[in-house]
């Protein structure tokens, strides 16, 4: 994993811990300090604008090399990390720089593992029996290495998919090869966590469908009982409209029954006036039939 950002310091030593968690984040700068403190780094040569170093990382060890030119800051790791602006692996070169401080850095060729030697001196030119002894011991080392992690894969195939964690990476396991087991186990991991995703949007998709069917039938009944109120407001309306009609008649008839009622009332009166006249017509005409009745002459002796 290769990085670039501008960087305003001139030398490494000048990227104190706040700076570099100031740009990579409280998260990976933990885990970063946390590699320090348990002293996993390893600088293998420094000066004041390059530092290369190894790291013992989860998966194996990884080798960073970091560079200050120009204004520019680039990182370099082996690891398949994808933190950016760099890794924790780079944090934690950085915090280990700032604390040794240039003057207790050393150059892996001045290193008394580097120099110390099973010969009594040192030759010069490597002879072509030794040489083909390193290689030959390179070759073991490498196919030792490449059965070890064709075991491991082996044995990682059947929970491959299925577990979240695959067998433990054997000691011996190193280099490139423990790498690749960790990119392995980290996408199963990734698989795993994609998988169950899916699962829970499957999930979320089907609930979801008998949603959109529930509300479906809910939606039908909800226009069935719509066309009915329709109707039904339908049948109001035309009810009302008659009752208007009605209550129109009702006026003219009630108006008309007033009329009729104010005539009535007034036949009345003048019936009662006419009874009063019939009534003195009446006396009269006894009065006269009693004075009539007593000019007449008796029939008596």
């Not at 305003?8 to 100031?22: I, K």
């Not at 998260?27 to 600088?43: L, P």
């Not at 120009?70 to 990390?81: A, D, E, M, Q, V």
């Not at 602006?85 to 070169?93: N, Q």
Request: proline content about 5%; some cysteine.
């Amino acid at each position: 994993m290769r990085n670039r950002i501008s960087c305003s310091a001139h030398d490494l030593g000048q990227l104190d811990p706040d700076m570099v968690q100031s740009v990579v984040g409280g998260q990976v700068f933990k885990i970063g300090n946390q590699y320090f403190s348990d002293q996993r780094v390893n600088i293998v040569e420094s000066n004041g604008t390059q530092v290369v170093a190894e790291v013992n990382g989860t998966y194996g060890v990884y080798a960073q090399t970091i560079k200050l030119r120009g204004g520019t800051l680039s990182t370099k790791c082996s690891c398949p990390s994808t933190e950016q602006p760099f890794c924790r692996h780079c944090v934690a070169v950085l915090l280990q720089q700032f604390h040794a401080g240039p003057a207790e850095v050393i150059s892996s060729k001045d290193s008394p593992s580097s120099s110390s030697s099973s010969a009594p001196e040192p030759k010069p030119r490597a002879e072509p029996s030794s040489l083909s002894d390193n290689s030959a011991a390179v070759v073991d080392l490498n196919f030792r290495e490449a059965t070890l992690f064709i075991d491991w894969i082996q044995q990682a195939i059947a929970p491959l998919g299925k577990e979240p964690s695959l067998p433990a990476v054997p000691d011996g396991l190193q280099g490139v090869a423990r790498e690749w087991a960790g990119v392995i186990d980290q996408l199963n991991h990734q698989f795993l966590v994609s998988e169950e995703d899916r699962t829970d949007a499957q999930r979320n998709l089907q609930s979801a469908e008998d949603m959109v069917d529930s509300l479906t039938k809910d939606l039908g009944t909800v226009r069935q009982e719509s066309e009915a109120a329709q109707n039904t407001c339908g049948r109001l309306e035309k009810r009302v409209k008659e009752l208007e009609e009605s209550l129109v008649n009702y006026t003219q008839v009630s108006e008309e029954r007033d009329r009729l009622v104010s005539k009535v009332s007034t036949m009345q009166s003048e019936l009662q006036n006419k009874g009063a006249e019939l009534e003195g017509v009446s006396m009269t005409l006894k009065s006269m039939s009693n004075a009539i009745r007593n000019l007449l002459p008796s029939d008596r002796p």
